[in-house]
């Protein structure tokens, strides 16, 4: 069983919703907008600026996500890349796709002369993920996030 890693194309992106939506109601037990939902991707595909998605395939089928966002450190006179929107169809997990997605990331990071370093967000209590990310090398870093949110206004 082979997984294979790509970037993903425009025609990835009903997949793309669906997962994101998906680890909405998993992770965070919110129903997304469908609509918004296809738009917020399709727009990551109109201004690659912002970022790119992952894919991981298995026998041609795509069964897990990860989505790159850029942010631009000057106490680094670099960027961060940002891991969001991951996903791993369930009957996949445990089968190092996140693995895959996440080595992939990191040596497509590596061979930019801009990037300097990786970066996520995680739900205090997914204690399964903090696991998987300390696993992998990430370190939990010494800032807590604060927001406000004029979408899903929580």
């Keep these: 069983m082979a997984i294979s890693i790509r970037k993903a194309l425009r025609t990835d992106a009903q997949t793309i919703a669906e997962f994101n939506a998906a ?20 727009g990551l595909f109109d201004n690659a600026e912002k970022g790119f998605y992952l ?6 089928a795509v069964v897990g996500q990860m989505m790159i966002t850029y942010e631009w450190s000057d106490w680094r006179n670099g960027i961060f890349w ?3 929107s991951v996903y791993v169809q369930p009957e996949y997990r445990a089968q190092k796709i996140y693995r895959t997605l996440y ?6 990071a ?11 967000y995680v739900e205090k209590e997914n204690e399964r993920a903090h696991h998987v990310y300390e696993k992998l090398g990430m370190s939990l870093t010494n800032y807590d996030m604060y927001e406000v949110d004029f979408v899903l206004k929580r």
Excluded at 23 to 42: F, K, P, S, Y
Excluded at 55 to 60: D, F, R, S, W
Excluded at 103 to 108: I, Q, T, Y
Aim: proline share 0%; aromatic share 2%.
């Design 23 to 42: 680890m909405a109601l998993e992770t965070e037990h919110l129903q997304l907008d469908v609509l918004r939902l296809i738009l917020g991707v399709n």
């Design 55 to 60: 894919v991981a395939e298995l026998n041609g």
């Design 82 to 84: 940002w891991i969001q």
């Design 103 to 108: 080595e992939h990331s990191v040596a497509l």
């Design 110 to 120: 590596k061979e930019q002369q801009n990037v300097c370093g990786l970066r996520l």
